[in-house]
């Protein structure tokens, strides 16, 4: 573990990133698209509905991620699994302001936790649109998900020690810049 750990070190001092991917997923209108244009270039932009997988490369540290967004409608959810092996972090965004389809949003977001071809793959979960006066509250989401008994918290915890999925939420405001970076940092932290 320390000889791996020093080797990368070496490389990062000469310029060098590893490569890792990362999956953003969610359903249709919780933010995706935004996110990936955000963080690749930024901007705010407006974007329609995501229907082909959208690809941009995002670095952080000694990381270069390849992040795919994928679409949320229905008919392009059942693409999510595919890119499930080769992936080493997954962003999951749920739109905080929109109750009405927490009940849709827990039952996709279970269907990736209890999946068994990624069961290590860190899962960062992001509730987005914070700033918008309908959004309820971190612990009323944690809640409604039943997400208790599978967060593993923000603290940067060495994967041996939590033995399990790392799993934590996040709350984020693309339009005010705010959160998504903590959450960047704490996926980085786990895949490096
Ligand atoms: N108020 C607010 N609106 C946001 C935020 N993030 C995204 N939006 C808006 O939410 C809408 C949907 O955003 P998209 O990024 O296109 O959603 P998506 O998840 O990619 O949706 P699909 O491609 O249909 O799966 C857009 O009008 C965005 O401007 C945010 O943090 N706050
Ligand atoms: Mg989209």
Not at 37 to 51: E, K
Request: charged share 30%.
């Amino acid at each position: 573990m320390f000889l791996l750990s020093w080797i990368r070190d070496i490389f990062a001092f000469f310029g060098f990133k590893r490569n890792a991917k990362l999956l953003i997923i969610g359903l249709d209108n919780a933010g995706k698209s935004t996110f990936l244009d955000r963080v690749a270039d930024g901007r705010l932009v407006q974007n329609p509905p995501t229907l082909q997988t959208r690809c941009k490369q995002l670095d952080l540290g000694r990381l270069r991620f390849t992040a795919y967004d994928l679409g949320g409608h229905p008919h392009v959810r059942r693409i999510w699994r595919d890119y499930f092996p080769a992936v080493d972090g997954i962003l999951f965004v749920v739109d905080a302001a929109d109750e009405a389809r927490f009940e849709e949003a827990k039952a996709e977001l279970d269907s990736v936790l209890t999946c068994d071809i990624t069961p290590d793959v860190p899962v960062a979960i992001l509730m987005n649109k914070i700033d918008r006066k309908e959004a309820v509250s971190e612990e009323s989401l944690v809640q409604a998900f039943n997400l208790y008994p599978t967060k593993t918290g923000k603290e940067h915890v060495p994967r041996e020690k939590l033995g399990r999925r790392s799993v934590e939420t996040f709350p984020t405001s693309l339009v005010k810049r705010l959160g998504y970076g903590e959450a960047l940092r704490w996926l980085a932290y786990y895949i490096e």
